[in-house]
């Protein structure tokens, strides 16, 4: 089997400006530091950025590219962690769509299943609502949201093996396998890079064929 092992030089001729990216982490755990670092070192701006959050100030993860101002749109379910991230929404210099965690988790995961939408009753009566169709089902309201897709999704594995299958480690696995299917195509990172047969079948929890590059993290 090909191995899907690259360097961050060849895996960032993916990236464009322009982009839409997500990129995974519970705050910081789980995120990719290295993609992102490398992002950081090139002129890649005006990024539709899906995430779980905005990051934080201090560390060079997901808000590091918000500090240096190459969002221009983030879709997140909270940005608190990150000042920055506030004070560029309410300047008007990045969009913000702040969506409930458990929504933006689903609509992620029907990108990633070819799901067309699905109703939900979180939001409904709130600002949540706003622009949205409300579906009335037995009479109850739910709100129709639409999937999450990315042009690129870099994820972050704990576990590699050289064609790409993927295993997490704890709490750092969170957005991860969503995303790895929303993405139409996916940079993996991963901390430990092993040949193909040495992973055990049943800890995979991403399948390498949706894996088109894998770096050494």
Not at 63 to 88: C, D, F, W, Y
Request: charged share 20%; hydrophobic share 45%; aromatic share 4%.
């Amino acid at each position: 089997m090909k191995s899907k092992v690259t360097t961050i030089d060849v895996a960032m001729t993916k990236i464009k400006s322009g982009m839409t990216l997500m990129i995974p982490g519970f705050v910081n755990v789980g995120t990719p530091m290295k993609l992102v670092q490398a992002i950081c070192e090139r002129d890649y701006k005006d990024f539709h950025v899906i995430s779980n959050n905005a990051g934080t100030a201090d560390v060079p993860g997901i808000g590091k590219l918000v500090i240096e101002k190459r969002v221009r749109m983030l879709t997140a379910s909270h940005i608190g962690l990150n000042p920055e991230a506030g004070k560029l929404m309410i300047s008007g210099e990045m969009k913000v769509n702040l969506v409930p965690q458990g929504t933006l988790a689903e609509r992620m995961r029907i990108g990633g299943a070819g799901i067309g939408g699905f109703l939900t009753p979180t939001g409904v009566g709130t600002v949540v609502e706003e622009g949205k169709q409300v579906i009335e089902v037995e009479g109850k309201k739910y709100l129709l949201e639409l999937p999450l897709k990315a042009d690129v999704s870099i994820i972050k594995a704990w576990k590699a093996d050289e064609s790409g299958n993927l295993v997490y480690r704890r709490v750092a696995r969170n957005f991860n396998p969503l995303m790895a299917l929303a993405g139409a195509f996916v940079i993996a990172e991963a901390e430990h890079i092993v040949p193909v047969g040495e992973l055990d079948p049943d800890i995979i929890a991403t399948p390498g064929v949706v894996v088109d590059m894998l770096v050494q993290g």
